[in-house]
T-cell receptor, first 116, second 110 residues
Framework: DTGVSQDPRHKITKRGQNVTFRCDPISEHNRLYWYRQTLGQGPEFLTYFQNEAQLEKSRLLSDRFSAERPKGSFSTLEIQRTEQGDSAMYLC??????????????FGSGTQLSVL | SQELEQSPQSLIVQEGKNLTINCTSSKTLYGLYWYKQKYGEGLIFLMMLQKGGEEKSHEKITAKLDEKKQQSSLHITASQPSHAGIYLCGADPRGDKIIFGKGTRLHILP
């Protein structure tokens, strides 16, 4: 169990540029989640996948955001035409589906995005 | 939709003192999670409570879910510098994703 890994840890970009983040979940986990966290707030749900299927997207996920999990393993989150309001910590988490609900999530260390 | 309110928002305590953090839900809780986050890092799972009246402990941290299942408390005994961080409660109302409160920021004074 190598844990959830995210890359990069930090990203500084200029407004208007595109950025892409990667998340590698725990290998046997079917579910993968993306959250966004701004200073002083708790993590806000963005989207989640079960295997390669994207099952839910939050209304926070504007058209400039897209997430993929093409082979049901790693996932990418792309932000196009970044805005200063996109500056945040982007957290990835994974879990196994298990027999029922209430599965705990394992989180990565996050990608801190700063848009100048 | 379910909302979680945490209190206090921030807390400063002297090392060695006890403290309590509360999490109140707008709806009945079916599974309540406690996570800890160090500043600028990811979340670390602490405990999950499912049954009304349930209480769990890990080292010096104890969490309880009240009988009516709309509030949980997290209690730290004899606080240490290693307890400093952000404590987040989370709920999974539909059994598909966790929603979180805004967190309680804990600072420990040596």
């Amino acid at each position: 169990d190598t844990g959830v890994s995210q890359d990069p840890r930090h990203k500084i970009t200029k407004r208007g540029q595109n950025v892409t983040f990667r998340c590698d979940p725990i290998s046997e986990h079917n579910r993968l989640y993306w959250y966004r966290q701004t200073l002083g707030q708790g993590p806000e749900f963005l989207t989640y996948f079960q295997n390669e299927a994207q099952l839910e997207k939050s209304r926070l996920l504007s058209d400039r955001f897209s997430a993929e999990r093409p082979k049901g393993s790693f996932s990418t989150l792309e932000i196009q035409r970044t805005e200063q309001g996109d500056s945040a910590m982007y957290l990835c988490a994974s879990s196994s589906t298990g027999a029922g609900a209430n599965e705990k999530l394992f989180f990565g260390s996050g990608t801190q995005l700063s848009v100048l | 939709s379910q909302e979680l309110e945490q209190s206090p928002q921030s807390l400063i305590v002297q090392e060695g003192k006890n403290l309590t953090i509360n999490c109140t839900s707008s709806k009945t809780l079916y599974g309540l999670y406690w996570y800890k986050q160090k500043y600028g890092e990811g979340l670390i799972f602490l405990m999950m409570l499912q049954k009304g009246g349930e209480e769990k402990s890990h080292e010096k941290i104890t969490a309880k879910l009240d009988e009516k299942k709309q509030q949980s408390s997290l209690h730290i005994t004899a606080s240490q510098p290693s307890h400093a961080g952000i404590y987040l409660c989370g709920a999974d109302p539909r059994g598909d994703k966790i929603i979180f409160g805004k967190g309680t920021r804990l600072h420990i004074l040596p």
